[in-house]
């Protein structure tokens, strides 16, 4: 399996400030690679997708690149709604994997 | 707006088959172009991909959970399950599902949120 290896896990930022989350792959998987944002309680969202496409309704703070194995999830200004648990997910291989995790908090 | 729901026992015994209902709604399943998939978190841990179901009845699962997996589909409900046999503590998760777009984008773009499910006698 493809494994995927967020950094950091955890990080304390203050609203409006750029937050970024990386996301390394054990292999090459091109651009197949997509954000998701969780919060307790809610139904998961699609953030990004293709590694840079941003989904429909998502703000424009969030912004995604890389491809190959280095990925990079970008908040631009934080908001008090974006403190949450972020995960990568590949969708290259048939058996799909997820990192392990990026949890925003209030500093 | 597709929403989907999770139900099922929120506690297994050792042993015994986990089993857990999706139902959609907004949408049918037999739309086609969807994947209907599970997704776990177990405590402390990452997310795991389960596996899948089509409306037409074809599944695909993880390797690692295949041989305890049984998914089905009811288009006249729209809904689909999941069987997860001979469960062990190490199976307490919340458990997902989601509807995993085909084509360019493939991507997960619907989830429910989820319930949990603990394994314990």
């Known amino acids: 399996d493809i494994q995927m290896t967020q950094s950091p896990s955890s990080l304390s930022a203050s609203v409006g400030d750029r937050v970024a989350i990386t996301c390394r792959a054990s292999q090459s998987i091109s651009s197949f690679l997509n954000w998701y944002q969780f919060k307790p309680g809610k139904a998961p969202k699609l953030l990004i997708y293709a590694a840079s496409n941003l989904q429909g309704g998502v703000p424009s703070r969030f912004s995604g690149s890389g491809s190959g194995t280095d990925f990079t999830l970008t908040i631009s200004r934080l908001q008090p709604e974006d403190f949450a648990t972020y995960y990568c997910q590949q969708s290259y291989s048939t058996v799909l994997t997820f990192g392990g995790g990026t949890k925003v908090e209030i500093k | 707006q597709v929403q989907l729901q999770e139900s099922g026992p929120g506690l297994v015994k050792p042993s015994q088959t986990l089993s857990l209902t999706c139902t959609v709604s907004?949408?049918?399943?037999?739309?086609?172009?969807?994947?209907w998939s599970w997704i776990r978190q177990r405590p402390g841990k990452g997310l795991e991909w389960i596996g899948y179901?089509?409306?037409?009845?074809?599944?695909y699962s993880n390797p690692s959970l295949k041989s305890r997996v049984t998914m089905s589909v009811d288009t006249s409900k729209d809904q689909f399950s999941l069987k997860l046999g001979s469960v062990t503590a190490a199976d307490t998760a919340v458990y997902y599902c989601?509807?995993?777009?085909?084509?360019?984008?493939?991507?997960?773009?619907?989830w429910g949120q989820g319930t949990l499910v603990t394994v314990s006698s």
């Open positions: 989601a509807r995993r777009t085909s084509g360019d984008s493939d991507v997960f773009d619907y």
């Open positions: 179901i089509y409306y037409t009845g074809s599944t």
């Open positions: 907004g949408g049918s399943i037999s739309s086609g172009g969807y994947y």
